[in-house]
T-cell receptor, first 109, second 115 residues
């Protein structure tokens, strides 16, 4: 089983749509979780941390389900600039961040 | 953003060359990382230096040799590489003493092509 599994997509959505991505992780000892976004041929950039109670940052909402070992990201009112690959990142042992392969989002006019 | 700077941005080298990638962070962090990203694959962790000590070496071939002279600088020395080593090499840093939610900050990466 892969350490982090994500649907590669692509998710093709119109502007203004709501889209959700899920991610499952295998290490039950993971304590910290992040979502990063990566634009084509660029470095990953932190989108948001994921807290146990769930958290929201503007149009973005992250949820964590420890029992089922999955993390979700919801994007409301999609913008063209949201087009990117979204990487799910649980933190493993000794500060080791494990990157998923990512889910590609394409927002069209 | 200039928090983590990598040079060069692009590198083309032959299989018999020796070159080095450089990374510098200006964020006051105490851990630095090398990741490799091949086309359509997830980032692969190569090396971790935490508090200037190497703590992770993910079965990386010996033709890749890291060096961390201090907490702000990280090098990746390359020699006798193979074409399959062509990839984007990303440096990152964070604060390992900053608690569980200390995210990584990445440099722009070095796009390496081995001919």
């Amino acid at each position: 089983r892969k350490e982090v599994e994500q649907d590669p997509g692509p998710f093709n959505v119109p502007e203004g749509a709501t889209v959700a991505f899920n991610c499952t992780y295998s290490n039950s000892a993971s304590q910290s979780f992040f979502w990063y976004r990566q634009d084509c041929r660029k470095e990953p950039k932190l989108l948001m941390s994921v807290y146990s109670s769930g958290n929201e940052d503007g149009r973005f909402t992250a949820q964590l389900n420890r029992a089922s070992q999955y993390i979700s990201l919801l994007i409301r009112d999609s913008k063209l600039s949201d087009s990117a690959t979204y990487l799910c990142v649980p933190k493993g042992g000794y500060n080791k961040l494990i990157f998923g392969a990512g889910t590609r989002l394409a927002v069209h006019p | 953003e200039t928090g983590v700077t990598q040079t060069p941005r692009h590198l083309v080298m032959g299989m018999t060359n020796k070159k080095s990638l450089k990374c510098e962070q200006h964020l006051g962090h105490n851990a630095m990382y090398w990741y490799k990203q091949s086309a359509k694959k997830p980032l692969e962790l190569m090396f971790v230096y935490s508090l200037e000590e190497r703590v992770e070496n993910n079965s990386v071939p010996s033709r890749f040799s890291p060096e961390c002279p201090n907490s702000s600088h990280l090098f990746l020395h390359l020699h006798t590489l193979q074409p399959e080593d062509s990839a984007l090499y990303l440096c990152a840093s964070n604060d390992v003493l900053g608690g569980e939610n200390s995210p990584l900050h990445f440099g722009n990466g070095t796009r390496l092509t081995v001919t």
